[in-house]
Nanobody, 123 residues
Framework: QVQVVESGGGLVQPGGSLRLSCAAS????????IGWYRQAPGKQRELVAA???????NYADSVKGRFTISRDNAKNTVYLQMNSLKPEDTAVYYC?????????????????WGQGTQVTVSS
């Protein structure tokens, strides 16, 4: 079965750094588009970083220049490097892997989510 597991969250002071990991089993993660989302109390779910199977990246304005999404195909893992963290970055962060295919003439989307990892930025 396909499984996505996140790790790396924790408590960090403003200005600090964390690296989140999204590891997959049961499939080849490089075949999927990857999105890192976050959900903070009182706010809507926000897509903060995306990585296509072709290696293109996109970032939300709120994290641009501070966050970097990357992958290690040998480890079947995607990372989110977070630098210069701010209190407003506090949220539960989720990894999403999606792939769209056609099967016997039917368009299907395969979408997998990690369990989420808490990131708290506080002094």
């Amino acid at each position: 079965q396909v499984q996505v597991v996140e790790s790396g969250g924790g408590l960090v002071q403003p200005g600090g750094s964390l690296r989140l990991s999204c590891a997959a089993s049961g499939t080849i993660l490089s075949m999927y588009g990857i999105g890192w989302y976050r959900q903070a109390p009182g706010k809507q779910r926000e897509l903060v970083a995306a990585l296509t199977s072709g290696g293109n990246t996109n970032y939300a304005d709120s994290v641009k220049g501070r966050f970097t999404i990357s992958r290690d195909n040998a480890k079947n893992t995607v990372y989110l490097q977070m630098n210069s963290l701010k209190p407003e970055d506090t949220a539960v962060y989720y990894c999403n892997a999606v792939r769209v295919t056609t099967e016997r003439g039917t368009l299907k989307a395969y979408d997998y989510w990690g369990q989420g990892t808490q990131v708290t930025v506080s002094s």
